[in-house]
C-alpha cells in the first residue's frame, strides 16, 4: 500500500489501515495472501423493481452529481480474509449510533459462517463509483437504509465466500465439496474430521472462480441474524479508543473557531484583527465573504480572540425577519395558491361539500435544529496538489466533491477521512461545514486546520427541519366514518435543493411522504402540495416529511375518531384491513399498553393514552403513549409502548436500542424543541434554550418486535416520527385540549 507524506495509513474511525490508497486487485484474485471477495449490489435500476426508494434518494443523486461517477457498489468493493484467519469488511456506511459497525458485519458473518469478533472493519473511501448504498443510489448514511440496501448483496458475498473455500478444501481433499461444510472459520470434511482454516485455504481459494449464484440460508438456520449482540464498537466508545471528527490531532494543526452573519444573506462588514491578535495563543485571523475564523493555539484562544475580533455585519434583505412574517406568508400562500396534486382518489372537494359532517383543522409543526451532541467539526490541509478533510460525514462524496471545486483539485487528489459520528439526524448530510473550512484553509496553504464550530454557532446556523403549514378537511357519514379526505401541505423543498429532477411535476416525494399514503381506506382522498421558501435553510431531520406528516394524519384521524364519538383504536382498526401488517401493530401495540383499562391515577394531575399507527422508512409502527398533565399545564410521559414490524430483524438489541432513541428524541422535539426568528437572527443558541430532555424525564418505553421473514425495514427514524402525535393524542384524553400546532411548550399553559 503506498502512502505519501501526508497519510498515516490509519482511518480515523476504526483505527484500521484504510483501503484509500490501496490498488485493489481483481475479485478472487490474492493480495499478500489474502482472499477478496467483490461485493455486487443491485443497481438502481434493478433495485427500483422491488424496493420502494426513500427520500433521501435525493442525497444520492446528488452524490452521483457532484462525484460525476455512476453509483455502484461492485468489482472494486470487497471482502478480504487474510491468513491469520481475520475477516475484514470495507464499510461502505458510516456510524453515529445507529449500530451499522455491528448489524452489517453479522450479514457476512452469517453466511460465510465465522465467529462475528473475527470480522474487522474498514472504512471506504470516498468513491461513488464502488461505494455506493443501492437504495440511495450514492455513497450515503441516511434514510434507514443501511440493512435494507445490504441484506441480500452482503449475504450473497459470505456465501461467495464460503462456497469457493468449501471448493478448495475439496480440491486438496480430493473429495465432493458436497460432502465439505464450513464452520466457526473453518472448513470440515464430515466422513474423515479433516479440518482446515479458512487461513490456510486463502492461497488456493484466490485462485479460484467464483459462483455467479449462490443459495443463502433460509431464516430457519440463522446463527447470527435475529439474535441479539453486543455491540463491536461499544469497547472503544467505552475506553475513549474510538476517535470521532472533534478528536483528530495533527502536528502543527491551529485550532479555528467561527462567526458567521447572524442574519441569512448577510455579509461581514469588519474585525477588530488588531484586538483579536492581541490575546495569548492567537496566531491568525480569517476572513471570508459571510464569515470570520480565528486561528489559535488551542479552542480557548481562538473563542476569545474571536470575541475580542468583534465582527459586524451588513445584514441585509431579512435584518427585520420575523417567525410571524414566515408562518403569515405560509397562511396566505396555503389559502390563495393551488398546490401540486400528489394523490386524488376520487373526488374529495365534492364528497367533502355533500358530506353529513365537516370537520376543518390547521395544524403547524416548527423549524427543527438538528443540536447534534458532537459539534460540527472539520479539519483541513490544503496545499498545492491536494487537500485532506478529516471529518465525520454521511456524505463523503458530497464532501469531497465540494473540496475539489473549492480547490480546484481533481476529485481524486482529496482525501476524505472519515470517523465516528457523534450523532448525524441528517445534519451531516450537508457540507456546509466542508465549504467554509476549506474557504478558510486555502488562505494558508500546508497548515492542518481544525474548525470547531461552538453549539451556539451551529444551533444559529444550521439548516433546519422545514415549518409546516398544514391544512386538513374531512367528511364523515352518518356513522361518523370518513368519506372524504383533504390534505393540503405548505412547505419547503429539500428534494428541489438536492436533485430537482426527482420534484415531478411539482410534488417533492419527501413531503408528502405519511401523507399521500395514508394507510385508512377512504374513497375520496386528495392531498396536494405547495412549495413555499422561507429565507432559513432547510434539510432532512431526522425524517423529515413522516415527522411532520405522522404527526398531522393521526393528530387529525384521532380528531375524526372523537367527532364520531367512537374509541381511537377501533376507529382506527374499522378503516384497516384485517390482518394487515399495520393492523397488527395496531393491535398488539394496544394489547401490550392495556388499552381500555383504566391508567393508574397520579395525585394532582390528569391522565391519558394516545395511539398513532405508521408506514414509512419500509417498517409498521404502533406508539401508545401515557401521559400526566398538572393543573399548571405541565406534561409528563411516563410509558411508551411500541409495536413494530421491520421485517426480518438482524440485531433485535439494535432495533430496541433505536426506537428507544427515536421516541426520546422525538418526546423532546414535541415538547419543547423550535427555531424561531427575530430581526433576521435565531434566537435559540444552545440547550439552555433550545431544550434536551434530561434522563429523569425519560419514560418507560416497551419495544416490541413482531416476528417477520419479510425484507428488513428501516429503525433509525420510525420512532421518531411516531412519537408526537401518540403523545398530542394522549394529551387530548386527558385534557381534551387538541394540540395542532407544535411544540406543546407552554400552549396547555397558556390555554393556546
Same mark, same amino acid.
Given at each position: 500500500m503506498? #502512502?505519501?507524506?501526508?497519510?498515516?495509513? +490509519?482511518?480515523?474511525?476504526?483505527?484500521?489501515?484504510?483501503?484509500?490508497?490501496?490498488?485493489?486487485?481483481?475479485?478472487?484474485?490474492?493480495?499478500?495472501?489474502?482472499l477478496l471477495?467483490?461485493?455486487?449490489?443491485?443497481?438502481?435500476?434493478?433495485?427500483?423493481?422491488r424496493n420502494?426508494?426513500?427520500p433521501e434518494?435525493?442525497v444520492g443523486?446528488?452524490?452521483?452529481?457532484?462525484?460525476?461517477?455512476?453509483?455502484?457498489?461492485a468489482?472494486?468493493?470487497?471482502?478480504?480474509?487474510d491468513?491469520d484467519?481475520?475477516?475484514t469488511?470495507?464499510i &461502505?456506511?458510516?456510524?453515529?449510533?445507529?449500530?451499522?459497525?455491528?448489524?452489517m458485519?453479522?450479514?457476512?458473518?452469517?453466511?460465510?459462517e465465522v465467529?462475528?469478533?473475527?470480522?474487522?472493519?474498514? @472504512?471506504?473511501p470516498?468513491?461513488?463509483?464502488?461505494?455506493?448504498?443501492p437504495?440511495?443510489g450514492?455513497q450515503?448514511?441516511?434514510?434507514?437504509?443501511?440493512v435494507?440496501?445490504?441484506w441480500?448483496p452482503?449475504r450473497q458475498?459470505g456465501a461467495?465466500?464460503?462456497?469457493?473455500? !468449501?471448493?478448495?478444501?475439496?480440491q486438496?481433499?480430493k473429495?465432493?465439496p458436497?460432502?465439505?461444510?464450513?464452520?466457526?472459520?473453518?472448513?470440515?470434511h464430515?466422513a474423515?474430521g479433516r479440518?482446515?482454516s479458512y487461513g490456510?485455504?486463502?492461497?488456493? *481459494?484466490?485462485q479460484?472462480p467464483?459462483?455467479?449464484?449462490?443459495?443463502?440460508?433460509?431464516?430457519?438456520?440463522?446463527?447470527?441474524?435475529?439474535?441479539?449482540?453486543k455491540r463491536?464498537?461499544s469497547?472503544a466508545?467505552?475506553?475513549?479508543?474510538a476517535q470521532?471528527?472533534?478528536?483528530?490531532?495533527?502536528?502543527?494543526?491551529l485550532?479555528?473557531?467561527?462567526?458567521?452573519?447572524p442574519?441569512?444573506g448577510?455579509? +461581514?462588514?469588519? %474585525?477588530d484583527e488588531?484586538?483579536?491578535?492581541?490575546?495569548?495563543g492567537?496566531k491568525?485571523?480569517?476572513?471570508?465573504?459571510?464569515?470570520?475564523a480565528?486561528?489559535?493555539?488551542?479552542?480557548?484562544?481562538?473563542?476569545?480572540?474571536? *470575541?475580542a475580533?468583534?465582527?459586524?455585519w451588513?445584514?441585509?434583505?431579512?435584518?427585520?425577519?420575523t417567525?410571524?412574517?414566515?408562518?403569515d406568508?405560509m397562511?396566505?400562500a396555503?389559502k390563495?395558491?393551488?398546490g401540486a396534486v400528489?394523490?386524488n382518489?376520487g373526488?374529495?372537494q365534492q364528497?367533502?361539500a355533500?358530506g353529513?359532517?365537516k370537520?376543518e383543522?390547521?395544524y403547524?409543526?416548527?423549524?427543527?435544529? &438538528?443540536?447534534? #451532541?458532537?459539534?460540527m467539526?472539520?479539519? %483541513?490541509?490544503v496545499?498545492k496538489?491536494?487537500?485532506?478533510?478529516?471529518?465525520?460525514?454521511?456524505?463523503p462524496?458530497?464532501?469531497q466533491?465540494a473540496?475539489a471545486?473549492?480547490?480546484g483539485?481533481?476529485?481524486?487528489r482529496?482525501?476524505?477521512?472519515?470517523?465516528y459520528?457523534? $450523532?448525524g439526524?441528517? /445534519?451531516?448530510?450537508?457540507?456546509? *461545514?466542508?465549504?467554509?473550512?476549506?474557504?478558510?484553509a486555502?488562505?494558508?496553504?500546508d497548515?492542518p486546520?481544525?474548525?470547531?464550530?461552538?453549539r451556539?454557532?451551529?444551533?444559529?446556523?444550521?439548516m =433546519?427541519?422545514? =415549518?409546516?403549514?398544514?391544512?386538513?378537511?374531512?367528511?364523515?357519514?352518518?356513522?361518523?366514518m370518513?368519506?372524504?379526505?383533504?390534505?393540503k401541505?405548505t412547505?419547503s423543498?429539500?428534494?428541489?435543493?438536492?436533485?430537482?429532477?426527482?420534484?415531478?411535476?411539482?410534488?417533492?416525494?419527501?413531503a408528502?411522504?405519511?401523507?399521500?399514503?395514508v394507510?385508512y381506506r377512504i374513497?375520496n382522498v386528495?392531498?396536494?402540495?405547495?412549495?413555499?421558501e422561507?429565507p432559513l435553510?432547510?434539510?432532512?431531520w431526522?425524517?423529515?416529511?413522516?415527522?411532520?406528516?405522522?404527526?398531522v394524519v393521526?393528530s387529525f384521524?384521532?380528531?375524526?375518531?372523537?367527532?364520531?364519538?367512537?374509541?381511537p383504536?377501533?376507529? /382506527?382498526?374499522? +378503516?384497516?384491513?384485517?390482518g394487515s401488517?399495520?393492523?397488527r401493530?395496531l393491535?398488539?401495540?394496544?394489547d401490550?399498553?392495556?388499552?381500555g383499562k383504566?391508567?393508574a391515577?397520579?395525585?394532582?394531575?390528569?391522565?391519558?393514552?394516545g395511539?398513532?399507527?405508521?408506514f414509512?422508512?419500509?417498517?409498521y409502527?404502533a406508539q401508545?403513549a401515557e401521559?400526566?398533565v398538572?393543573?399548571?399545564?405541565?406534561v /409528563?410521559v411516563?410509558r411508551?409502548v411500541?409495536?413494530i414490524?421491520?421485517g426480518?430483524?438482524?440485531?433485535?438489541?439494535?432495533?430496541?436500542? @433505536?426506537?428507544e432513541?427515536?421516541?426520546?428524541?422525538g418526546?423532546?422535539?414535541?415538547l419543547?424543541?423550535?427555531i424561531t426568528?427575530?430581526?433576521?437572527r435565531?434566537?435559540q443558541s444552545n440547550?439552555s434554550? =433550545?431544550? #434536551?430532555?434530561r434522563?429523569?424525564e425519560?419514560?418507560?418505553i416497551?419495544v416490541?418486535i413482531?416476528?417477520?421473514?419479510?425484507k428488513?425495514?428501516?429503525?433509525?427514524e420510525?420512532g421518531t416520527?411516531?412519537?408526537?402525535p401518540?403523545?398530542?393524542?394522549?394529551?387530548?384524553?386527558?385534557?381534551? @385540549?387538541? !394540540?395542532?400546532?407544535l411544540?406543546?411548550g407552554?400552549?396547555?399553559k397558556? $390555554?393556546?
Amino acid at each position: 500500500m503506498s #502512502m505519501d507524506k501526508h497519510d498515516n495509513g +490509519l482511518d480515523g474511525a476504526t483505527g484500521l489501515q484504510s483501503p484509500a490508497r490501496r490498488k485493489w486487485l481483481g475479485a478472487g484474485a490474492a493480495l499478500g495472501g489474502s482472499l477478496l471477495i467483490g461485493v455486487h449490489l443491485p443497481t438502481r435500476a434493478e433495485d427500483r423493481a422491488r424496493n420502494e426508494k426513500p427520500p433521501e434518494t435525493a442525497v444520492g443523486h446528488a452524490a452521483t452529481t457532484i462525484s460525476n461517477q455512476a453509483p455502484g457498489l461492485a468489482h472494486n468493493a470487497f471482502i478480504r480474509i487474510d491468513r491469520d484467519n481475520t475477516v475484514t469488511l470495507i464499510i &461502505h456506511k458510516v456510524e453515529m449510533g445507529q449500530g451499522t459497525f455491528t448489524s452489517m458485519p453479522m450479514l457476512l458473518a452469517e453466511e460465510l459462517e465465522v465467529d462475528l469478533a473475527r470480522v474487522k472493519l474498514e @472504512q471506504a473511501p470516498a468513491d461513488n463509483n464502488l461505494y455506493s448504498d443501492p437504495l440511495l443510489g450514492g455513497q450515503v448514511t441516511g434514510g434507514s437504509t443501511s440493512v435494507r440496501g445490504a441484506w441480500e448483496p452482503l449475504r450473497q458475498a459470505g456465501a461467495k465466500a464460503r462456497t469457493v473455500l !468449501i471448493a478448495a478444501a475439496a480440491q486438496r481433499w480430493k473429495v465432493d465439496p458436497a460432502s465439505c461444510m464450513a464452520r466457526d472459520g473453518a472448513v470440515i470434511h464430515g466422513a474423515s474430521g479433516r479440518k482446515l482454516s479458512y487461513g490456510e485455504l486463502v492461497d488456493v *481459494a484466490s485462485q479460484l472462480p467464483l459462483p455467479e449464484q449462490v443459495a443463502l440460508k433460509p431464516a430457519s438456520q440463522f446463527r447470527l441474524i435475529g439474535k441479539p449482540m453486543k455491540r463491536l464498537d461499544s469497547a472503544a466508545k467505552v475506553d475513549g479508543s474510538a476517535q470521532f471528527g472533534i478528536d483528530v490531532r495533527l502536528p502543527g494543526m491551529l485550532i479555528a473557531t467561527v462567526a458567521a452573519c447572524p442574519v441569512p444573506g448577510g455579509r +461581514l462588514k469588519s %474585525v477588530d484583527e488588531a484586538k483579536a491578535m492581541a490575546v495569548p495563543g492567537v496566531k491568525r485571523v480569517l476572513k471570508i465573504d459571510g464569515a470570520v475564523a480565528v486561528l489559535g493555539e488551542h479552542m480557548w484562544a481562538a473563542k476569545q480572540g474571536l *470575541a475580542a475580533a468583534a465582527p459586524t455585519w451588513d445584514e441585509g434583505a431579512n435584518a427585520n425577519l420575523t417567525t410571524a412574517m414566515i408562518v403569515d406568508d405560509m397562511a396566505a400562500a396555503s389559502k390563495s395558491k393551488p398546490g401540486a396534486v400528489a394523490r386524488n382518489d376520487g373526488n374529495a372537494q365534492q364528497a367533502i361539500a355533500g358530506g353529513k359532517r365537516k370537520i376543518e383543522a390547521v395544524y403547524e409543526a416548527p423549524f427543527l435544529a &438538528h443540536a447534534t #451532541m458532537e459539534p460540527m467539526n472539520c479539519t %483541513v490541509r490544503v496545499s498545492k496538489d491536494r487537500c485532506d478533510l478529516w471529518l465525520g460525514t454521511q456524505v463523503p462524496t458530497i464532501a469531497q466533491g465540494a473540496a475539489a471545486k473549492l480547490t480546484g483539485l481533481p476529485d481524486e487528489r482529496v482525501q476524505v477521512h472519515n470517523h465516528y459520528i457523534g $450523532g448525524g439526524f441528517g /445534519r451531516r448530510l450537508e457540507a456546509d *461545514a466542508v465549504i467554509q473550512a476549506v474557504q478558510f484553509a486555502k488562505q494558508m496553504p500546508d497548515v492542518p486546520i481544525k474548525i470547531v464550530w461552538t453549539r451556539e454557532e451551529d444551533v444559529q446556523h444550521d439548516m =433546519y427541519r422545514p =415549518y409546516y403549514y398544514d391544512r386538513l378537511a374531512a367528511a364523515l357519514d352518518e356513522k361518523g366514518m370518513p368519506v372524504a379526505w383533504s390534505h393540503k401541505i405548505t412547505g419547503s423543498s429539500i428534494m428541489a435543493r438536492f436533485a430537482p429532477p426527482l420534484v415531478k411535476d411539482g410534488v417533492d416525494p419527501d413531503a408528502v411522504e405519511g401523507a399521500k399514503d395514508v394507510p385508512y381506506r377512504i374513497e375520496n382522498v386528495h392531498v396536494e402540495y405547495l412549495r413555499h421558501e422561507p429565507p432559513l435553510p432547510t434539510a432532512f431531520w431526522r425524517g423529515v416529511g413522516p415527522t411532520h406528516n405522522i404527526f398531522v394524519v393521526e393528530s387529525f384521524i384521532d380528531e375524526l375518531a372523537a367527532a364520531a364519538g367512537q374509541d381511537p383504536v377501533s376507529y /382506527r382498526r374499522s +378503516l384497516l384491513d384485517d390482518g394487515s401488517r399495520i393492523s397488527r401493530v395496531l393491535s398488539l401495540a394496544a394489547d401490550k399498553a392495556g388499552w381500555g383499562k383504566p391508567l393508574a391515577k397520579v395525585e394532582g394531575r390528569r391522565v391519558g393514552r394516545g395511539i398513532s399507527t405508521q408506514f414509512a422508512f419500509g417498517s409498521y409502527l404502533a406508539q401508545v403513549a401515557e401521559v400526566s398533565v398538572g393543573a399548571d399545564g405541565d406534561v /409528563r410521559v411516563h410509558r411508551v409502548v411500541c409495536a413494530i414490524d421491520c421485517g426480518q430483524v438482524v440485531n433485535p438489541d439494535t432495533v430496541v436500542a @433505536q426506537i428507544e432513541s427515536g421516541v426520546n428524541f422525538g418526546i423532546t422535539a414535541a415538547l419543547w424543541n423550535e427555531i424561531t426568528v427575530d430581526k433576521g437572527r435565531v434566537q435559540q443558541s444552545n440547550f439552555s434554550d =433550545y431544550r #434536551m430532555m434530561r434522563i429523569n424525564e425519560a419514560p418507560k418505553i416497551e419495544v416490541h418486535i413482531v416476528q417477520s421473514n419479510d425484507k428488513p425495514g428501516g429503525i433509525g427514524e420510525p420512532g421518531t416520527s411516531a412519537t408526537a402525535p401518540a403523545l398530542t393524542n394522549a394529551i387530548f384524553a386527558a385534557t381534551g @385540549q387538541r !394540540i395542532r400546532k407544535l411544540p406543546v411548550g407552554e400552549r396547555l399553559k397558556k $390555554g393556546a
